[in-house]
């Protein structure tokens, strides 16, 4: 049986959402970080190179058809 969590948690932006920052401003004090901006320049799924967040795309980025 393996240890892998599969209900592992992730926030889904939008291209409204964009452009994004980690932390996001509802994120606690507790696990704050410097600011980074966030890029889906290689797919849909992103992580923070801090916190490790993931982060999920959804629907079209802004400029493409």
Not at 15 to 28: F, Q, R, V, Y
Request: with cysteine; aromatic share 10%.
């Amino acid at each position: 049986m393996s240890n892998h969590d599969i209900t592992q948690r992730y926030i889904e932006v939008t291209a409204d959402d964009l452009p994004l920052t980690c932390p996001m401003p509802s994120m606690s004090l507790w696990n704050s970080h410097p600011k980074v901006s966030i890029s889906f320049k290689n797919g849909n799924e992103t992580r923070c190179p801090y916190c490790g967040e993931l982060y999920r795309f959804k629907g079209e980025h802004k400029g493409h058809h």
